[in-house]
Protein backbone atom coordinates (compact mmCIF):
# COMPACT_ATOMS: atom_id res chain seq x y z
CA UNK A 1 0.00 0.00 0.00
CA UNK A 2 2.25 2.82 0.95
CA UNK A 3 6.01 3.87 0.93
CA UNK A 4 6.87 3.08 -2.94
CA UNK A 5 9.79 5.12 -2.90
CA UNK A 6 10.99 4.24 -6.11
CA UNK A 7 7.88 5.13 -7.66
CA UNK A 8 8.79 8.90 -8.71
CA UNK A 9 12.08 7.65 -9.86
CA UNK A 10 10.34 4.86 -12.20
CA UNK A 11 8.32 7.08 -13.67
CA UNK A 12 10.87 9.38 -14.86
CA UNK A 13 13.14 6.63 -15.81
CA UNK A 14 10.44 5.38 -17.79
CA UNK A 15 10.00 8.42 -19.34
CA UNK A 16 13.71 8.89 -20.29
CA UNK A 17 14.00 5.75 -21.59
CA UNK A 18 11.05 4.81 -23.87
CA UNK A 19 12.62 6.09 -27.13
CA UNK A 20 9.65 4.48 -29.30
CA UNK A 21 6.48 3.04 -28.51
CA UNK A 22 4.62 1.87 -31.79
CA UNK A 23 1.66 -0.60 -32.49
CA UNK A 24 1.51 -4.39 -33.47
CA UNK A 25 3.80 -5.28 -36.23
CA UNK A 26 2.01 -5.68 -39.57
CA UNK A 27 2.39 -8.91 -41.47
CA UNK A 28 6.01 -9.28 -42.66
CA UNK A 29 7.15 -8.80 -45.86
CA UNK A 30 7.84 -12.31 -48.22
CA UNK A 31 11.69 -11.31 -48.02
CA UNK A 32 12.24 -11.21 -44.45
CA UNK A 33 13.63 -13.79 -42.02
CA UNK A 34 13.44 -13.79 -38.37
CA UNK A 35 17.00 -13.22 -37.65
CA UNK A 36 16.86 -14.38 -33.71
CA UNK A 37 18.24 -17.45 -32.92
CA UNK A 38 16.27 -19.61 -30.15
CA UNK A 39 14.18 -17.09 -29.93
CA UNK A 40 11.35 -19.22 -27.88
CA UNK A 41 14.17 -20.51 -25.29
CA UNK A 42 13.49 -23.88 -27.10
CA UNK A 43 16.73 -24.75 -26.82
CA UNK A 44 17.71 -23.45 -23.39
CA UNK A 45 19.83 -19.91 -22.86
CA UNK A 46 21.90 -20.80 -26.11
CA UNK A 47 22.90 -17.60 -27.93
CA UNK A 48 21.41 -15.45 -25.17
CA UNK A 49 23.47 -14.06 -22.07
CA UNK A 50 22.25 -12.58 -19.09
CA UNK A 51 23.72 -10.14 -16.62
CA UNK A 52 25.07 -11.23 -13.34
CA UNK A 53 23.49 -15.17 -13.47
CA UNK A 54 19.49 -13.41 -13.64
CA UNK A 55 18.28 -15.57 -16.40
CA UNK A 56 16.77 -18.90 -16.96
CA UNK A 57 14.35 -21.21 -19.05
CA UNK A 58 11.06 -22.49 -17.52
CA UNK A 59 8.54 -24.55 -18.97
CA UNK A 60 5.18 -23.06 -17.39
CA UNK A 61 3.95 -20.49 -17.90
CA UNK A 62 5.19 -19.74 -21.83
CA UNK A 63 3.92 -17.93 -24.54
CA UNK A 64 4.45 -20.36 -27.13
CA UNK A 65 6.20 -23.67 -27.50
CA UNK A 66 7.55 -25.13 -24.26
CA UNK A 67 9.60 -23.05 -22.96
CA UNK A 68 10.24 -18.74 -21.94
CA UNK A 69 12.65 -17.07 -20.38
CA UNK A 70 12.63 -16.34 -16.81
CA UNK A 71 14.65 -13.42 -15.71
CA UNK A 72 14.99 -11.98 -11.80
CA UNK A 73 16.34 -8.82 -11.05
CA UNK A 74 18.04 -8.05 -7.66
CA UNK A 75 20.33 -5.10 -6.47
CA UNK A 76 21.08 -3.19 -8.61
CA UNK A 77 20.85 -5.29 -11.45
CA UNK A 78 17.64 -5.67 -13.66
CA UNK A 79 18.21 -8.62 -15.15
CA UNK A 80 18.96 -7.78 -19.12
CA UNK A 81 19.20 -10.85 -21.27
CA UNK A 82 20.34 -10.31 -25.05
CA UNK A 83 21.87 -11.68 -28.08
CA UNK A 84 24.00 -10.61 -30.91
CA UNK A 85 21.96 -10.94 -34.19
CA UNK A 86 23.41 -10.29 -37.68
CA UNK A 87 21.93 -7.96 -40.27
CA UNK A 88 21.84 -6.17 -43.32
CA UNK A 89 23.29 -2.51 -43.00
CA UNK A 90 20.82 0.87 -44.30
CA UNK A 91 17.79 -1.81 -43.83
CA UNK A 92 14.79 -1.80 -41.52
CA UNK A 93 14.10 -4.61 -39.02
CA UNK A 94 10.97 -5.36 -37.21
CA UNK A 95 11.82 -6.68 -33.23
CA UNK A 96 9.00 -7.96 -31.36
CA UNK A 97 8.61 -10.48 -28.24
CA UNK A 98 6.14 -11.64 -25.97
CA UNK A 99 6.52 -10.47 -22.53
CA UNK A 100 5.15 -11.00 -18.96
CA UNK A 101 5.78 -9.17 -15.49
CA UNK A 102 6.23 -5.95 -13.46
CA UNK A 103 7.98 -2.99 -16.00
CA UNK A 104 9.02 -5.28 -18.93
CA UNK A 105 11.49 -3.94 -21.76
CA UNK A 106 12.18 -4.52 -25.31
CA UNK A 107 15.07 -2.62 -27.09
CA UNK A 108 18.14 -2.60 -29.53
CA UNK A 109 21.30 -1.09 -29.46
CA UNK A 110 24.34 -0.91 -32.12
CA UNK A 111 22.11 -0.01 -34.65
CA UNK A 112 23.98 2.59 -36.27
CA UNK A 113 21.02 4.67 -36.40
CA UNK A 114 18.62 5.45 -33.46
CA UNK A 115 18.45 2.76 -30.38
CA UNK A 116 15.15 2.25 -29.82
CA UNK A 117 12.88 0.35 -27.04
CA UNK A 118 9.83 -0.06 -25.99
CA UNK A 119 7.94 -1.74 -22.51
CA UNK A 120 4.96 -2.56 -21.04
CA UNK A 121 3.61 -3.07 -17.04
CA UNK A 122 1.34 -5.87 -17.79
CA UNK A 123 1.61 -8.85 -15.42
CA UNK A 124 -0.47 -10.67 -18.40
CA UNK A 125 1.47 -12.25 -21.89
CA UNK A 126 1.82 -8.85 -23.74
CA UNK A 127 3.16 -8.29 -27.56
CA UNK A 128 5.93 -5.68 -27.89
CA UNK A 129 6.98 -4.12 -30.87
CA UNK A 130 9.26 -1.24 -32.22
CA UNK A 131 11.18 -1.09 -35.68
CA UNK A 132 14.81 0.52 -35.95
CA UNK A 133 17.05 1.07 -38.93
CA UNK A 134 20.91 0.25 -38.93
CA UNK A 135 23.76 2.35 -40.12
CA UNK A 136 25.77 2.07 -43.41
CA UNK A 137 28.17 -0.10 -41.96
CA UNK A 138 26.45 -1.83 -39.14
CA UNK A 139 26.18 -5.44 -39.84
CA UNK A 140 25.25 -6.57 -36.27
CA UNK A 141 22.96 -5.31 -33.39
CA UNK A 142 22.26 -6.43 -29.71
CA UNK A 143 18.98 -6.99 -29.12
CA UNK A 144 17.45 -7.08 -25.09
CA UNK A 145 15.13 -7.62 -22.72
CA UNK A 146 15.31 -6.51 -18.96
CA UNK A 147 13.26 -5.64 -15.71
CA UNK A 148 13.49 -3.06 -13.21
CA UNK A 149 15.02 -2.59 -10.00
CA UNK A 150 12.99 -3.80 -7.15
CA UNK A 151 10.25 -5.76 -9.15
CA UNK A 152 9.67 -9.91 -9.35
CA UNK A 153 10.95 -11.87 -12.31
CA UNK A 154 9.31 -11.06 -15.50
CA UNK A 155 9.21 -13.58 -18.59
CA UNK A 156 9.99 -13.21 -21.98
CA UNK A 157 8.97 -15.41 -24.82
CA UNK A 158 8.83 -15.61 -29.07
CA UNK A 159 11.34 -13.22 -29.90
CA UNK A 160 12.10 -12.05 -33.41
CA UNK A 161 13.90 -9.59 -35.94
CA UNK A 162 11.96 -9.88 -38.84
CA UNK A 163 13.78 -8.05 -42.24
CA UNK A 164 16.34 -8.84 -44.82
CA UNK A 165 18.29 -12.04 -43.90
CA UNK A 166 21.46 -11.07 -41.88
CA UNK A 167 23.11 -14.02 -43.12
CA UNK A 168 23.70 -15.30 -39.32
CA UNK A 169 20.90 -17.65 -39.07
CA UNK A 170 17.71 -17.67 -37.25
CA UNK A 171 14.42 -18.97 -36.52
CA UNK A 172 12.45 -20.41 -39.49
CA UNK A 173 9.50 -17.95 -40.41
CA UNK A 174 5.55 -18.60 -39.08
CA UNK A 175 2.70 -19.01 -41.09
CA UNK A 176 -0.54 -17.51 -41.02
CA UNK A 177 -1.96 -19.44 -38.32
CA UNK A 178 -5.67 -20.79 -38.73
CA UNK A 179 -8.73 -19.43 -38.08
CA UNK A 180 -10.08 -20.01 -34.73
CA UNK A 181 -12.92 -22.29 -34.27
CA UNK A 182 -15.27 -22.73 -31.29
CA UNK A 183 -16.32 -19.19 -30.60
CA UNK A 184 -18.65 -19.46 -28.23
CA UNK A 185 -20.17 -16.99 -24.98
CA UNK A 186 -18.82 -18.52 -21.70
CA UNK A 187 -20.46 -15.72 -19.13
CA UNK A 188 -22.57 -12.17 -19.47
CA UNK A 189 -22.51 -9.78 -16.76
CA UNK A 190 -24.10 -6.16 -17.36
CA UNK A 191 -21.45 -4.83 -18.73
CA UNK A 192 -19.31 -7.57 -20.28
CA UNK A 193 -19.08 -10.69 -22.03
CA UNK A 194 -16.67 -13.08 -21.91
CA UNK A 195 -15.92 -15.56 -25.08
CA UNK A 196 -13.89 -18.90 -25.35
CA UNK A 197 -12.85 -20.77 -28.84
CA UNK A 198 -10.81 -23.23 -29.79
CA UNK A 199 -6.61 -22.50 -30.08
CA UNK A 200 -4.98 -22.47 -32.79
CA UNK A 201 -1.43 -23.78 -33.42
CA UNK A 202 0.76 -21.53 -34.13
CA UNK A 203 -0.71 -18.64 -33.43
CA UNK A 204 0.91 -16.33 -30.50
CA UNK A 205 -2.05 -14.18 -30.59
CA UNK A 206 -6.06 -13.39 -30.63
CA UNK A 207 -7.61 -10.21 -31.89
CA UNK A 208 -11.39 -9.86 -31.10
CA UNK A 209 -14.03 -7.89 -32.87
CA UNK A 210 -17.18 -6.46 -32.07
CA UNK A 211 -19.10 -5.13 -34.44
CA UNK A 212 -16.39 -5.82 -37.23
CA UNK A 213 -14.10 -3.48 -35.04
CA UNK A 214 -11.27 -4.86 -33.20
CA UNK A 215 -11.56 -4.09 -29.25
CA UNK A 216 -9.03 -6.03 -28.08
CA UNK A 217 -6.00 -8.65 -28.62
CA UNK A 218 -5.25 -10.98 -26.53
CA UNK A 219 -2.34 -13.83 -26.03
CA UNK A 220 -4.69 -16.91 -24.92
CA UNK A 221 -7.75 -18.59 -25.92
CA UNK A 222 -10.47 -16.38 -24.01
CA UNK A 223 -11.33 -12.78 -23.85
CA UNK A 224 -13.65 -10.72 -21.97
CA UNK A 225 -14.85 -7.36 -23.58
CA UNK A 226 -15.57 -5.08 -21.23
CA UNK A 227 -17.62 -1.37 -21.03
CA UNK A 228 -20.78 -2.75 -22.46
CA UNK A 229 -24.39 -1.46 -22.13
CA UNK A 230 -26.65 -3.16 -19.90
CA UNK A 231 -29.75 -5.29 -21.91
CA UNK A 232 -27.38 -4.92 -25.37
CA UNK A 233 -27.09 -7.63 -27.97
CA UNK A 234 -23.54 -7.82 -29.22
CA UNK A 235 -21.49 -9.53 -32.59
CA UNK A 236 -18.06 -10.90 -31.90
CA UNK A 237 -15.49 -12.60 -34.21
CA UNK A 238 -11.81 -13.87 -33.70
CA UNK A 239 -8.59 -13.86 -35.28
CA UNK A 240 -5.43 -15.87 -34.68
CA UNK A 241 -2.22 -14.04 -35.17
CA UNK A 242 1.26 -14.47 -35.05
CA UNK A 243 4.81 -12.50 -36.93
CA UNK A 244 3.47 -13.87 -40.40
CA UNK A 245 0.05 -12.41 -40.05
CA UNK A 246 -3.72 -12.57 -39.57
CA UNK A 247 -5.95 -15.37 -39.80
CA UNK A 248 -9.15 -14.64 -41.59
CA UNK A 249 -12.02 -13.60 -38.62
CA UNK A 250 -13.53 -16.60 -37.38
CA UNK A 251 -18.11 -17.13 -37.81
CA UNK A 252 -19.25 -14.46 -35.33
CA UNK A 253 -21.58 -15.43 -32.19
CA UNK A 254 -23.97 -12.83 -30.78
CA UNK A 255 -24.34 -11.99 -26.73
CA UNK A 256 -26.21 -10.28 -25.01
CA UNK A 257 -25.46 -8.68 -21.64
CA UNK A 258 -27.35 -8.43 -18.56
CA UNK A 259 -30.47 -6.10 -17.68
CA UNK A 260 -28.76 -4.92 -14.75
CA UNK A 261 -26.59 -2.14 -15.07
CA UNK A 262 -24.26 0.27 -12.49
CA UNK A 263 -21.72 -1.38 -10.04
CA UNK A 264 -22.18 -3.79 -7.53
CA UNK A 265 -20.82 -4.44 -4.23
CA UNK A 266 -22.29 -4.87 -1.11
CA UNK A 267 -24.80 -2.71 1.01
CA UNK A 268 -22.22 0.64 1.67
CA UNK A 269 -23.33 4.36 1.97
CA UNK A 270 -23.43 6.01 -1.51
CA UNK A 271 -20.86 8.09 -0.45
CA UNK A 272 -18.14 6.15 1.06
CA UNK A 273 -15.03 6.80 3.35
CA UNK A 274 -12.29 4.10 3.74
CA UNK A 275 -9.69 3.79 5.85
CA UNK A 276 -6.81 1.09 6.43
CA UNK A 277 -6.34 -0.32 9.52
CA UNK A 278 -2.47 -1.49 10.53
CA UNK A 279 -2.71 -5.21 11.97
CA UNK A 280 1.00 -4.29 12.73
CA UNK A 281 3.12 -1.20 14.62
CA UNK A 282 5.09 1.14 12.22
CA UNK A 283 5.26 3.91 14.77
CA UNK A 284 1.81 4.91 14.14
CA UNK A 285 -0.96 4.94 16.80
CA UNK A 286 -1.71 1.23 17.92
CA UNK A 287 -5.57 1.04 17.90
CA UNK A 288 -8.12 -2.42 18.01
CA UNK A 289 -10.66 -1.69 15.54
CA UNK A 290 -12.98 -0.48 18.29
CA UNK A 291 -11.19 2.76 17.70
CA UNK A 292 -11.07 3.47 14.85
CA UNK A 293 -12.76 6.97 13.78
CA UNK A 294 -16.45 6.54 13.20
CA UNK A 295 -16.38 8.64 10.27
CA UNK A 296 -14.79 5.59 8.50
CA UNK A 297 -17.84 3.30 6.44
CA UNK A 298 -15.32 0.90 5.56
CA UNK A 299 -12.19 -0.53 7.27
CA UNK A 300 -9.76 -2.55 5.32
CA UNK A 301 -8.14 -4.84 7.85
CA UNK A 302 -4.40 -4.75 6.19
CA UNK A 303 -2.86 -7.09 5.46
CA UNK A 304 -3.31 -10.60 4.57
CA UNK A 305 -0.49 -13.16 4.57
CA UNK A 306 0.41 -15.49 1.22
CA UNK A 307 0.95 -19.34 2.30
CA UNK A 308 2.56 -21.93 0.67
CA UNK A 309 -0.32 -23.03 -1.88
CA UNK A 310 -0.47 -20.83 -4.85
CA UNK A 311 -2.77 -17.95 -4.66
CA UNK A 312 -4.16 -19.19 -1.17
CA UNK A 313 -4.18 -16.26 1.31
CA UNK A 314 -4.44 -16.22 5.11
CA UNK A 315 -4.77 -14.05 8.54
CA UNK A 316 -2.91 -13.81 11.85
CA UNK A 317 -3.58 -11.12 14.36
CA UNK A 318 -0.68 -9.19 15.44
CA UNK A 319 -1.74 -9.87 19.36
CA UNK A 320 2.19 -9.27 21.04
CA UNK A 321 2.66 -5.72 18.36
CA UNK A 322 -1.19 -4.27 19.26
CA UNK A 323 -0.74 -4.38 22.90
CA UNK A 324 -2.25 -7.70 23.37
CA UNK A 325 -5.32 -7.37 21.38
CA UNK A 326 -6.83 -11.21 21.31
CA UNK A 327 -8.83 -12.99 18.83
CA UNK A 328 -11.53 -12.91 20.50
CA UNK A 329 -11.66 -8.83 20.94
CA UNK A 330 -10.91 -8.49 17.21
CA UNK A 331 -14.15 -10.51 16.22
CA UNK A 332 -16.33 -9.15 18.39
CA UNK A 333 -14.98 -5.47 17.60
CA UNK A 334 -15.53 -6.88 13.97
CA UNK A 335 -19.18 -7.42 15.05
CA UNK A 336 -19.95 -4.12 16.76
CA UNK A 337 -18.66 -2.15 14.02
CA UNK A 338 -21.10 -3.61 11.68
CA UNK A 339 -23.83 -3.37 13.81
CA UNK A 340 -23.12 0.24 13.77
CA UNK A 341 -23.52 0.51 9.73
CA UNK A 342 -19.75 -0.15 8.87
CA UNK A 343 -18.31 -2.28 6.48
CA UNK A 344 -14.75 -4.59 7.78
CA UNK A 345 -12.56 -6.05 4.85
CA UNK A 346 -9.79 -8.05 4.45
CA UNK A 347 -7.02 -6.30 2.33
CA UNK A 348 -4.66 -8.59 0.12
CA UNK A 349 -1.03 -7.81 -0.71
CA UNK A 350 0.44 -4.11 0.66
CA UNK A 351 3.73 -2.73 -0.43
CA UNK A 352 5.43 -6.44 0.37
CA UNK A 353 2.64 -8.55 -0.47
CA UNK A 354 3.34 -11.06 -3.23
CA UNK A 355 0.01 -13.24 -3.97
CA UNK A 356 0.19 -14.53 -7.02
CA UNK A 357 -2.92 -15.66 -9.05
CA UNK A 358 -2.00 -16.44 -12.36
CA UNK A 359 -3.84 -19.72 -12.96
CA UNK A 360 -7.07 -21.27 -12.38
CA UNK A 361 -5.99 -23.42 -9.79
CA UNK A 362 -4.45 -20.34 -8.06
CA UNK A 363 -7.57 -18.41 -7.97
CA UNK A 364 -9.61 -21.12 -6.35
CA UNK A 365 -7.06 -20.99 -3.62
CA UNK A 366 -7.89 -17.23 -3.29
CA UNK A 367 -11.33 -17.71 -3.28
CA UNK A 368 -11.69 -20.15 -0.80
CA UNK A 369 -8.95 -18.86 1.91
CA UNK A 370 -10.90 -15.40 1.70
CA UNK A 371 -14.17 -16.67 2.24
CA UNK A 372 -12.70 -18.87 4.55
CA UNK A 373 -11.66 -15.60 6.25
CA UNK A 374 -14.76 -14.01 5.78
CA UNK A 375 -16.40 -17.08 7.45
CA UNK A 376 -13.66 -17.04 10.34
CA UNK A 377 -13.64 -13.44 10.88
CA UNK A 378 -16.83 -12.16 9.86
CA UNK A 379 -14.82 -9.99 7.22
CA UNK A 380 -17.49 -8.53 4.70
CA UNK A 381 -15.34 -9.05 1.89
CA UNK A 382 -11.89 -8.21 0.46
CA UNK A 383 -9.77 -5.29 -0.74
CA UNK A 384 -6.81 -6.19 -3.76
CA UNK A 385 -4.02 -3.89 -2.99
CA UNK A 386 -1.32 -6.23 -5.18
CA UNK A 387 1.30 -3.85 -6.02
CA UNK A 388 3.51 -6.40 -7.41
CA UNK A 389 1.20 -6.40 -10.28
CA UNK A 390 -1.75 -8.95 -10.92
CA UNK A 391 -3.16 -11.23 -13.90
CA UNK A 392 -6.71 -9.42 -14.90
CA UNK A 393 -8.09 -13.22 -16.18
CA UNK A 394 -7.38 -15.38 -13.19
CA UNK A 395 -8.25 -12.25 -10.50
CA UNK A 396 -11.06 -11.68 -12.29
CA UNK A 397 -12.09 -15.47 -11.80
CA UNK A 398 -11.01 -15.20 -8.34
CA UNK A 399 -13.77 -12.64 -7.70
CA UNK A 400 -16.18 -13.87 -9.26
CA UNK A 401 -15.59 -17.14 -7.62
CA UNK A 402 -15.37 -15.80 -4.64
CA UNK A 403 -18.94 -13.25 -5.00
CA UNK A 404 -20.63 -16.62 -6.28
CA UNK A 405 -19.12 -18.35 -2.50
CA UNK A 406 -20.66 -14.93 -0.21
CA UNK A 407 -23.59 -13.49 -2.27
CA UNK A 408 -24.83 -9.78 -3.15
CA UNK A 409 -23.47 -8.67 0.33
CA UNK A 410 -19.74 -8.96 -0.73
CA UNK A 411 -17.74 -5.63 -0.59
CA UNK A 412 -14.91 -5.49 -2.94
CA UNK A 413 -12.57 -2.69 -3.12
CA UNK A 414 -9.13 -2.22 -5.06
CA UNK A 415 -6.23 0.36 -4.33
CA UNK A 416 -3.99 -0.12 -7.72
CA UNK A 417 -0.99 2.83 -7.77
CA UNK A 418 -1.31 5.86 -10.63
CA UNK A 419 0.14 3.87 -13.18
CA UNK A 420 -1.78 0.81 -12.51
CA UNK A 421 -4.77 3.09 -13.90
CA UNK A 422 -3.59 4.73 -16.93
CA UNK A 423 -5.12 2.86 -19.19
CA UNK A 424 -8.12 0.47 -19.51
CA UNK A 425 -5.15 -2.31 -21.27
CA UNK A 426 -3.44 -1.98 -17.99
CA UNK A 427 -4.16 -5.63 -15.95
CA UNK A 428 -5.79 -3.51 -12.76
CA UNK A 429 -7.73 -2.03 -14.86
CA UNK A 430 -8.88 -4.62 -16.94
CA UNK A 431 -9.55 -6.30 -13.33
CA UNK A 432 -12.01 -3.53 -12.36
CA UNK A 433 -14.01 -3.52 -15.74
CA UNK A 434 -13.96 -6.81 -15.68
CA UNK A 435 -15.74 -7.24 -12.17
CA UNK A 436 -17.86 -4.19 -12.86
CA UNK A 437 -20.92 -5.82 -11.87
CA UNK A 438 -19.99 -7.07 -8.12
CA UNK A 439 -17.19 -4.15 -7.53
CA UNK A 440 -17.73 -1.97 -5.19
CA UNK A 441 -14.95 1.09 -5.28
CA UNK A 442 -11.89 1.63 -7.08
CA UNK A 443 -9.68 4.11 -4.43
CA UNK A 444 -6.35 4.76 -6.36
CA UNK A 445 -3.45 5.77 -4.06
CA UNK A 446 -2.77 9.14 -5.39
CA UNK A 447 0.62 9.05 -3.79
CA UNK A 448 4.31 8.45 -4.08
CA UNK A 449 3.58 9.01 -7.80
CA UNK A 450 5.74 10.71 -10.13
CA UNK A 451 3.58 12.82 -12.52
CA UNK A 452 0.60 10.82 -14.61
CA UNK A 453 -0.98 11.63 -17.84
CA UNK A 454 -4.81 13.25 -17.00
CA UNK A 455 -7.64 12.60 -19.43
CA UNK A 456 -6.84 15.56 -21.18
CA UNK A 457 -3.23 14.27 -22.74
CA UNK A 458 -1.90 16.66 -20.00
CA UNK A 459 1.10 15.75 -17.80
CA UNK A 460 -0.07 16.59 -14.12
CA UNK A 461 2.63 16.01 -10.64
CA UNK A 462 1.30 15.14 -7.64
CA UNK A 463 0.27 17.27 -4.84
CA UNK A 464 -2.27 19.22 -6.22
CA UNK A 465 -6.16 19.36 -7.15
CA UNK A 466 -5.87 19.10 -10.80
CA UNK A 467 -3.42 15.59 -10.01
CA UNK A 468 -6.23 14.22 -8.65
CA UNK A 469 -9.31 15.48 -10.56
CA UNK A 470 -7.56 14.56 -13.88
CA UNK A 471 -6.50 11.46 -13.26
CA UNK A 472 -9.60 10.48 -11.90
CA UNK A 473 -11.20 11.44 -14.79
CA UNK A 474 -9.76 8.55 -16.76
CA UNK A 475 -11.63 5.89 -14.60
CA UNK A 476 -14.40 7.50 -15.02
CA UNK A 477 -14.29 8.07 -19.02
CA UNK A 478 -12.61 4.40 -18.76
CA UNK A 479 -16.26 2.79 -18.05
CA UNK A 480 -16.04 2.66 -14.03
CA UNK A 481 -19.26 4.22 -12.78
CA UNK A 482 -19.14 7.47 -11.02
CA UNK A 483 -19.73 5.22 -7.09
CA UNK A 484 -16.83 2.96 -8.08
CA UNK A 485 -14.27 5.70 -8.09
CA UNK A 486 -12.72 7.09 -4.54
CA UNK A 487 -9.42 9.39 -4.32
CA UNK A 488 -7.01 7.54 -2.22
CA UNK A 489 -4.56 9.97 -0.02
CA UNK A 490 -2.26 9.20 2.43
CA UNK A 491 -3.62 11.16 5.99
CA UNK A 492 -0.58 12.60 7.51
CA UNK A 493 2.55 13.45 5.62
CA UNK A 494 4.33 9.84 8.09
CA UNK A 495 1.37 7.65 5.63
CA UNK A 496 3.45 8.16 3.00
CA UNK A 497 6.68 9.08 1.02
CA UNK A 498 5.26 11.64 -1.01
CA UNK A 499 1.68 12.79 -2.21
CA UNK A 500 0.12 13.95 0.87
CA UNK A 501 -2.34 16.95 0.31
CA UNK A 502 -3.93 18.83 3.28
CA UNK A 503 -7.59 18.02 3.35
CA UNK A 504 -8.60 20.79 1.55
CA UNK A 505 -7.39 19.60 -1.25
CA UNK A 506 -9.05 16.54 -1.12
CA UNK A 507 -12.56 17.91 -0.61
CA UNK A 508 -11.77 20.97 -3.59
CA UNK A 509 -10.99 18.05 -5.59
CA UNK A 510 -14.03 15.79 -4.32
CA UNK A 511 -16.28 19.01 -4.71
CA UNK A 512 -14.82 19.41 -8.89
CA UNK A 513 -15.49 16.16 -9.37
CA UNK A 514 -18.89 16.21 -8.30
CA UNK A 515 -19.80 19.58 -8.74
CA UNK A 516 -18.01 21.24 -11.40
CA UNK A 517 -16.84 24.17 -8.30
CA UNK A 518 -13.24 24.34 -6.38
CA UNK A 519 -11.63 22.76 -9.36
CA UNK A 520 -7.80 23.97 -10.42
CA UNK A 521 -7.11 24.51 -14.19
CA UNK A 522 -8.59 20.97 -15.13
CA UNK A 523 -12.19 21.18 -15.27
CA UNK A 524 -13.63 17.52 -15.90
CA UNK A 525 -16.28 17.77 -19.02
CA UNK A 526 -19.60 17.19 -16.48
CA UNK A 527 -19.88 16.25 -12.95
CA UNK A 528 -20.19 12.94 -11.36
CA UNK A 529 -22.34 13.41 -8.49
CA UNK A 530 -21.96 10.27 -7.70
CA UNK A 531 -18.55 9.96 -7.03
CA UNK A 532 -17.89 7.26 -4.22
CA UNK A 533 -15.80 9.15 -1.67
CA UNK A 534 -12.00 8.76 -0.65
CA UNK A 535 -9.87 6.63 1.04
CA UNK A 536 -6.88 7.19 3.41
CA UNK A 537 -3.51 5.18 4.28
CA UNK A 538 -4.06 4.68 7.47
CA UNK A 539 -6.45 5.10 10.13
CA UNK A 540 -3.57 4.38 12.30
CA UNK A 541 -1.75 7.50 11.21
CA UNK A 542 -4.98 9.57 10.90
CA UNK A 543 -5.19 9.10 14.66
CA UNK A 544 -1.90 10.07 15.18
CA UNK A 545 -2.61 13.22 13.77
CA UNK A 546 -5.77 14.29 16.25
CA UNK A 547 -7.94 12.00 13.31
CA UNK A 548 -8.03 15.37 11.48
CA UNK A 549 -8.08 14.06 7.91
CA UNK A 550 -11.27 11.83 8.60
CA UNK A 551 -12.64 14.75 10.53
CA UNK A 552 -12.59 17.33 7.82
CA UNK A 553 -12.73 14.68 4.86
CA UNK A 554 -15.29 12.60 6.40
CA UNK A 555 -18.27 15.00 6.77
CA UNK A 556 -17.70 16.01 3.37
CA UNK A 557 -17.83 12.81 1.73
CA UNK A 558 -20.92 12.45 3.68
CA UNK A 559 -22.60 15.88 2.52
CA UNK A 560 -21.92 15.08 -1.00
Not at 18 to 44: C, I, W
Not at 185 to 193: I, Q, Y
Not at 417 to 432: G, H
Amino acid sequence: MPKRRWAGALAAAVTASVLSLTGMAGQAQAADVNNVKNGGFESGLSNWTCSAGSGTTVSSPVHGGSAALKATPAGQDFAQCSQSVAVKPNSTYTLSAWVQGSYTYLGVTGTGTTDVSTWTPNTTWTQLTTTFTTGASTTSVSVWSHGWYGQPAYLADDFSVFGPDGGGGGDPAPTVPATPAGLAVSGTTSSSVSLAWNAVSGATGYNVYRGGSKVQSVSGASATVSGLSASTSYSFQVSATNAAGESAKSSAVTGTTAATGGGGGGNVPAHAVTGYWQNFNNGATVQKLSAVQSQYDIIAVSFADATSTPGAVSFTLDSAGLGGYTVDQFKADIRAKQAAGKKVIISIGGQNGTISVNDSASATNFANSVYSLMQTYGFDGVDIDLENGLNATYMSQALRSLSAKAGSSLVITMAPQTIDMQSTSNAYFQTALNIKDILTVVNMQYYNSGSMLGCDGKVYSQGSVDFLTALACIQLQGGLDASQVGLGLPASTSGAGSGYVSPTIVNNALDCLTKLTNCGSFKPAKAYPGLRGAMTWSTNWDASAGNAWSNAVGPHVHAL
